[in-house]
């Protein structure tokens, strides 16, 4: 085998070599600093797209699940405050039972009419000053709340919720009961307010019912997502993450070919030298 003086073929050949090997061994050191195997596109352009595109999936799901939480929050806030008016009713029909009684005198009746009053201002109150986030609870329009797993259009759902304007004109939704004009002030008026009051506390336990199943219609979206999450996340984590075992394998074998190929190219160096000994 002839040896050139302008070139050393095997020096070239052993620095390729322990460059693709040092090149090999910082992606295994930076996936296994990473605990990625796909650190950038050159590692895998498909599984790069397919796990960002997982990733925006979880993404959208888990402030679906944020969203749904938010409006639970919302309606157990009115189903706290529709059961605080429950308890304000029932002692409405407790006066206008009383008042109804033929043995009251007129002052007595007034002085019943009075808490009535205040039972329905109390009502008012409820309906105008329970929030949630800073906006009103009840109130005609409804609330939307939105969910998706962010891939399509189609995957978006929507669930609406209302809850109606509360006071003591308003008292449930579809039709409403009005007790702003009822009066405790004499047997018959007592009589027809109780009739009123008692459809208030019907209205209002329809209204907790269907508070009742939105919240649970919520929760079960709640469960959906978590799921989708769960295994999204799974999916993910199968395309993206190294695999921890095989990588410290590789590096060891880096580390030995790249300690061989320093050892070689050394010897490479040096097989020019042997042409000196013809000048000798």
């Known amino acids: 085998m002839s040896v050139s003086l ?27 600093s990473s605990g990625s195997r796909i650190n950038s596109g050159a590692d895998d352009a498909a599984g790069l797209a397919i796990a960002n595109g997982l990733n925006a999936n979880i993404a959208a799901l888990n402030q679906s699940v944020q969203n749904v939480n938010d409006g639970i929050g919302q309606l157990q806030t009115a189903d706290g405050a529709l059961s605080q008016v429950t308890s304000l009713l029932n002692r409405a029909v407790t006066l206008a039972t009383e008042s109804a009684n033929g043995t009251l005198s007129s002052g007595q009746r007034t002085a019943i009419d009075a808490e009535f009053t205040s039972i329905k201002t109390e009502i008012d109150s409820i309906g105008a000053s329970t929030t949630y986030n800073g906006t009103s609870v009840f109130t005609a329009s409804a609330s939307s709340i939105f969910v998706s797993d962010g891939s399509s259009a189609a995957a978006n759902v929507t669930i609406a919720t209302t809850t109606g304007v509360l006071s003591s004109s308003s008292i449930g939704t579809g039709t409403p009961v009005n007790l702003s004009t009822d009066a405790l002030t004499t047997a018959a008026g007592a009589t027809t307010a109780l009739t009123n009051i008692n459809s208030a506390i ?3 336990a329809s209204l907790r019912g269907t508070i009742g199943a939105n919240i ?21 984590d199968g395309i993206n993450a190294a695999n921890i075992p095989q990588v410290v394998a590789n590096m060891s074998k880096f580390q030995i070919l790249t300690q061989t190929g320093i050892a070689a190219l050394s ?5 020019q030298q042997s042409v000196l000994r013809l000048l000798q």
């Open 6 to 32: 302008l070139n050393n073929i095997s020096s070239l050949m052993a620095q390729n070599q322990v460059s693709m090997t040092n090149t090999s061994l910082q992606k295994t050191l930076f996936q296994l």
């Open 202 to 204: 019907t209205a209002v």
């Open 216 to 236: 649970n219609r919520m929760s079960a979206a709640t469960s959906v997502a978590n799921t989708q999450v769960q295994n999204l996340t799974s999916a993910m």
């Open 267 to 271: 010897q490479a160096n040096q097989s």
